[in-house]
């Protein structure tokens, strides 16, 4: 279903969605239905379709560019060292339209209920979209149009042992894979003290020839002044 | 013509001189606009629009000013001889208008502690409203109901200010009273189910639900929501009414205010004649 799809008699369904396009006139029609119905025109001569998972900061609405994942279970990092564990985080669904070497956007639909929490304190931490995931070992096996995985790399660059139970990351750096199997993404965990980390997000997909998702921000137009994000209100 | 252009006005300033600075005033006027007008459009998505509207009225008035400067000796003015009489007239003018210069400072010291910013939500002393421009003389306020209120600088910098929206999330409060009767925590497990439902309730800080009193006719609940600053009045009117309704979808009930009275002796309707014969028989 991700992927690019011609304009003429688009239809999919996704989950409890069902998506498609009709012609009408001089234009086209997408729909969207689920229980509700959302409608929008969209005029193109001759553009294609794009459906693919894009960073999870956009439902209900757009307040933030920060995706905070808590692990269930805390994970206790020995000093100088480094580990590869995956964990999730949640989808969103993006409709683009594309023409003349431009996209649109013309739909973003979850089947996550979104969730927001305060990352620091009051006055000068951040609001993050809040993801709970366990951590593994391996791959784990989800339902790819509700969670992706994501490989964090951990790195413990302190002389310390050090429990870490959540990561947040900078949205617009985040770099989104699919196949016909899973949605996946990478990142890096650089912890340099007890309370300081530095997490970053990697352009590796899990496997050869996954697909890279078109990302939100780049549809979007919005600069990107770094990729990196230091996590100064604990760990 | 050339004899009107050379006519003296004063000293040894002419028509002409007059002509000439009006159109040097006129110009850089002009210049002025065009640079803050080309100025605001390149600059609008890359800087914050309190920042960037302080930095534009420096720039206008900057070149205002240094054209004015610049064509002062066209009208005979020498600065140095200025200074002398600037001095006297400076105090004269400063008896006469103290609280211009009041807010003028005040507006700068605001402009430098930046306590509100131009979109901010703010209430001064019972006005309430988004800050629309923090001007050098004045702070406009953009009421909830539209209306435009002018407060000037000083007032604006004495008095207490509170800005909504400076820190990124706030907490509200709901006072919830339930009957005696009703499972309270039950209720405080709906309460909460709800809460976490919804996604701009922040998950951290964690949102409080308690029995906070027991009153003369209910059971209060204390439920403490903490929201992003930007969403807390939409979270806020959305959610008391959806533990209302799913309070007493549960079989929970806000009760009205009731009171038992107890009478020392038994208390005697007055009833009618006819009814105490039909009770009689």
Redesign the interface.
Same mark, same amino acid.
């Given at each position: 279903m991700f992927g690019y799809h011609e304009l003429k008699d688009f239809s999919a369904e996704i989950g409890e969605y069902r998506i498609k396009i009709e012609k009408e006139g001089v234009f086209y029609r997408y729909i969207r239905e689920n229980g509700g119905r959302k409608e929008k025109n969209v005029f193109t001569d001759s553009g294609r379709l794009i459906v693919n998972p894009v960073e999870p900061v956009n439902?209900?609405k757009e $307040?933030?560019n920060f995706l905070q994942i808590r692990f269930r279970k805390p994970f206790v990092s020995e000093p100088k060292s480094t580990v590869e564990v995956y964990a999730t985080f949640p989808i969103e669904i993006a409709v683009f339209v594309a023409a003349k070497k431009s996209v649109g956007l013309v739909d973003v639909f979850s089947m996550q209920?979104?969730?927001?929490?305060?990352?620091g304190n009051?006055?000068?931490?951040? $609001?993050c979209r809040?993801w709970e995931s366990d951590l593994h070992a391996d791959v784990p096996s989800v339902d790819r149009y509700r969670e992706g995985v994501i490989r964090l790399r951990i790195v413990n660059s302190d002389d310390e042992w050090i429990e870490i139970s959540n990561a947040v990351f900078d949205i617009y750096g985040m770099k989104i894979f699919y196949d016909d199997e899973m949605v996946c993404s990478s990142a890096s965990v650089n912890i340099l003290s007890p309370k300081v980390a530095e997490t970053r997000f990697t352009n590796k997909p899990l496997r050869d020839k996954m697909k890279k998702s078109l990302e939100l921000y780049t549809a979007r137009r919005i600069s990107i002044a770094g990729v990196k994000f230091v996590m100064e209100w604990g760990l | 013509m050339i004899d009107i252009l050379d006519y003296r006005i004063y000293q040894d300033v002419t028509v002409f001189d007059l002509i000439f600075v009006i159109l040097v005033m006129a110009v850089a006027t002009v210049f002025a606009k065009i640079v803050t007008t080309n100025l605001r459009r390149a600059l609008i998505d890359k800087m914050k629009r309190d920042q960037l509207e302080l930095m534009l009225k420096i720039i206008y008035f900057g070149i205002i000013i240094v054209a004015f400067i610049g064509v002062l000796p066209s009208l005979g003015l020498d600065l140095s001889g200025l200074l002398v009489a600037g001095g006297i007239v400076g105090i004269v003018i400063g008896f006469a208008s103290q609280s211009v210069v009041a807010n003028l400072v005040s507006g700068i010291f605001l402009i430098s502690e930046k306590p509100i910013k131009i979109g901010d939500q703010i209430s001064i002393e019972g006005v309430a409203g988004f800050v629309e421009d923090v001007n050098i003389l004045s702070t406009i306020i953009r009421t909830y109901d539209g209306l435009y209120v002018r407060i000037p600088n000083e007032k604006v910098f004495t008095s207490s200010i509170t800005n909504y929206v400076t820190h990124v999330a706030r907490r509200f409060e709901y006072s919830i009273g339930i009957r005696y009767s009703d499972d309270a925590e039950r209720a405080v497990e709906i309460i909460k189910r709800l809460i976490d439902e919804h996604p701009f309730a922040l998950k951290n800080p964690e949102p409080q639900v308690f029995v906070d009193s027991l009153g003369d006719n209910s059971v209060n609940l204390t439920v403490r929501i903490w929201a992003p600053s930007n969403e807390w009045y939409s979270v806020k009117m959305d959610l008391l009414w959806k533990i209302k309704t799913e309070l007493e979808r549960n079989g929970i009930e806000i009760p009205f205010p009731q009171r038992v009275v107890w009478f020392a002796n038994e208390l005697r309707a007055d009833l009618g004649e006819g009814e105490e014969k039909r009770r009689e028989t």
């Open positions: 439902l209900p $307040i933030t209920r979104p969730k927001y929490t305060l990352y009051p006055r000068e931490g951040i $609001i809040y | -």
